[in-house]
């Protein structure tokens, strides 16, 4: 059974930074599409960062453009673990933040954790 268990969001003011953590379990986060997802209230559910899988593009990251520069996204294979590293944090940056494993090309998967909640005051 996979489950993806988030920790780490809060209450912090602008300007601030947050980590948060996805802890996989069921799968090998290091052999999987990893991604960051968040969803502010009233709006759609929306792609923050990816960090990619299998030989030529594990460690590949994206982002979307609104947290480029500000956001980083890793993975601690030893520990089965993906981080988002939240710096110059701002309040569009206030949502719940989901962990998504896609699985690989030849094994696709759909797997969400129950989220965590990032605030960020101005």
């Known amino acids: 059974q996979v489950q993806l268990v988030e920790s780490g969001g809060g209450l912090v003011q602008a300007g601030g930074s947050l980590r948060l953590s996805c802890v996989a379990s069921?799968?090998?986060?290091?052999?999987?599409?990893m991604e960051w997802y968040r969803q502010a209230p009233g709006k759609q559910r929306d792609l923050v960062a990816r960090?990619?899988?299998?030989?030529?593009?594990?460690?590949?990251?994206t982002y979307a453009d609104s947290v480029k520069g500000r956001f980083t996204i890793s993975r601690h294979n030893s520990k089965n673990t993906v981080y988002l590293q939240m710096n110059s944090l701002e309040p569009e940056d206030t949502a719940v933040y989901y962990c998504?494993?896609?699985?690989?090309?030849?094994?696709?998967?759909?797997?969400w954790g129950q989220g965590t909640q990032v605030t960020v005051s101005s």
């Open positions: 960090i990619g899988s299998g030989p030529g593009s594990s460690g590949r990251t």
């Open positions: 069921g799968i090998f986060a290091g052999a999987n599409v």
């Open positions: 998504h494993t896609s699985g690989t090309f030849s094994r696709p998967a759909d797997y």
